[in-house]
């Protein structure tokens, strides 16, 4: 009689699921004294682009060390996705994060190209549960290894005693601890010798041009860099000739242009705006209060916002345009994208925006995320614990040093960071090193202009290595990937970008050369 088979003979490589009974607190004197890089494993598989890809989820921490003492300062937790039976030096492998400062991954790691995403509405509302997810077709798993970071004080990832977790909020130290899980994992993993890309948004883009500088330095060199709706310029925060494309483009998408015959192609439309803005706009500004009458009643038709309105606003383009475009329907547009609206009347109207429970945007799918990042996290990558999983810490954000020392050793002082240098100092050092700026018309945060304008203006002089940079516009907000179509896009974008590192073997082999002197 044939004996049945164990559940291990059936399975040579079963789930692992793990309860984590370590307790993490996302306080600024907060940490733990446990050291364990314990991880719960699952399988799974995914059809992307016609390609069968077997895939296994790792969900877990690893640990970094202080390298002065060389001692554990941070436990941090990850997720990453794998695909089974590849080889290391033909498999990029791709490290993300959110920005806040004081985000964790899991609005990247839900939303754009892992290989289960959430469903959204966006730019409507997402009613409130049962949700559901979904295997994501964009996924970049046929391209890529995914690892999802989540910084100190939050997900549940924490300071090692004797630090605490105010010791990594600031932008060089968030950089070195980021840099150093990016050492640790490739080492756990023997993954020295495989592609390496970063993929960061909103503060994650400043993050990068810090963390690849680091990693450099470090005797890590990158094959390709991804900026999603970059802030790389604190200087340039606010400014209206930046704003003035992305309130146009909102005026397009509520109808409230005073552009006759109203433009039907937005990217044709925005690139006249963004000329506009940077000639005719700006000496208008420069003028007032006696600006040009032709260019005072062309920035009135290209935001929709009345004349005496915009002199009472100086002609400067700013948040209260979110207020104003719809006021006559007591709707708020989202700063976040401004396709979407809320209600601005009464108490709504009173809620404080500095929160973020009052912008329209991060209202319509807050709830999906939370309710689906743990049922995602404890019923399909099998990993449970007892602290509750830290999405978004103002803790962080408050706590931050913002200041920054510059790859020539200044130090910039809070308020001024500038990071567009620090990625033109590694773009010039590793001249194959490939990066794309990614960024949504409707994004009133980090304005796609004015990330134009930054890149432009960072001192990158030789045109080869310019032509490492390319800049693609999306018809959606501050979350491209929210929005299916421009998901889709941003998807090809990253195929292109991974194609051209991945088939250059020269230009691979230059990449392994620097890291070897």
């Not at 877990?60 to 003492?69: A, C, N, R």
């Not at 998408?253 to 005719?280: I, M, N, S």
């Not at 962080?396 to 050793?409: L, Y």
Request: glycine share 8%; proline share 7%; charged share 20%.
């Amino acid at each position: 009689m044939r004996e049945a088979m164990s559940t291990e003979q059936q399975n040579p490589n079963p789930d692992q699921p793990f309860f984590d009974p370590v307790i993490y607190g996302n306080g600024p004197d907060d940490n733990v004294t446990d050291t364990a890089e314990t991880a719960a494993v699952t399988h799974h598989s995914i059809t992307v682009g016609g390609r069968d890809i077997a895939y296994t989820a790792t969900a877990g921490h690893l640990v970094t060390v202080d390298p002065s003492s060389s001692q554990p300062n941070a436990k941090m937790f990850y997720v990453a996705f794998t695909e089974d039976g590849a080889r290391e030096e033909d498999r990029p492998v791709t490290f993300f994060y959110n920005g806040g400062p004081g985000s964790s991954a899991v609005f990247v790691l839900l939303g754009s190209f892992a290989p289960r995403r959430i469903k959204t509405k966006l730019p409507d509302f997402t009613p409130p549960a049962p949700y559901s997810m979904e295997d994501n077709p964009d996924s970049l798993i046929d391209r890529s290894d995914l690892v999802f970071i989540n910084p100190v004080g939050t997900g549940y990832s924490a300071a090692v005693a004797p630090h605490r977790n105010r010791e990594f909020w600031g932008v060089d130290q968030d950089a070195e601890s980021i840099k150093d899980f990016i050492k640790r994992y490739l080492t756990k993993n023997n993954r020295w010798n495989s592609p390496k890309f970063l993929f960061g948004e909103s503060y994650g883009t400043p993050r990068s041009c810090v963390v690849a500088y680091r990693l450099h330095e470090d005797g890590v060199d990158l094959n390709g860099i991804t900026l999603l709706s970059s802030i790389l310029d604190y200087r340039q925060v606010g400014n209206p000739i930046g704003l003035l494309p992305t309130a146009a483009a909102d005026a397009w998408y509520h109808r409230r242009l005073g552009v006759t015959p109203p433009p039907t192609e937005l990217a044709a439309f925005a690139a006249q705006v963004e000329d506009f803005a940077d000639g005719p706009y700006l000496a208008a500004l420069q003028a007032f209060p006696k600006p040009d009458p032709a260019t005072v009643d062309q920035l009135a038709a290209y935001t929709g916002i009345d004349k005496t309105t915009l002199t009472s606003w100086s002609l400067l383009i700013g948040y209260p345009f979110l207020t104003a475009l719809l006021a006559d329907r007591n709707l708020a547009l989202g700063a976040y994208d401004g396709r979407v609206t809320g209600i601005d009347s009464g108490i709504a109207g009173r809620v404080d925006p500095n929160s973020g429970g009052n912008d329209p945007t991060m209202a319509a799918v807050s709830g999906v995320y939370t309710a689906m990042w743990n049922w995602y996290l404890n019923e399909q990558l099998k990993y449970t614990s007892n602290s509750s999983f830290t999405d978004l810490n103002d803790q962080v954000f408050h706590g931050w040093d913002f200041t920054h020392t510059d790859p020539t050793g200044a130090k910039q002082p809070a308020g001024s960071l500038y990071t567009a240098g620090d990625l033109a100092a590694v773009m010039a050092i590793n001249v194959d090193l490939k990066v794309l700026s990614a960024n949504g018309y409707f994004d009133f945060v980090t304005p796609f202009h004015q990330t134009v304008l930054d890149l432009a203006a960072m001192p990158l002089q030789d045109p080869a290595v310019r032509r490492n940079l390319t800049i693609r516009f999306y018809q959606s907000g501050h979350m491209v990937y929210l929005d299916g179509h421009s998901r889709t896009a941003l998807k090809q974008d990253l195929v292109a970008l991974y194609h051209d590192v991945v088939s250059d073997r020269a230009a691979l082999s230059r990449v392994l050369s620097l890291r070897a002197e």
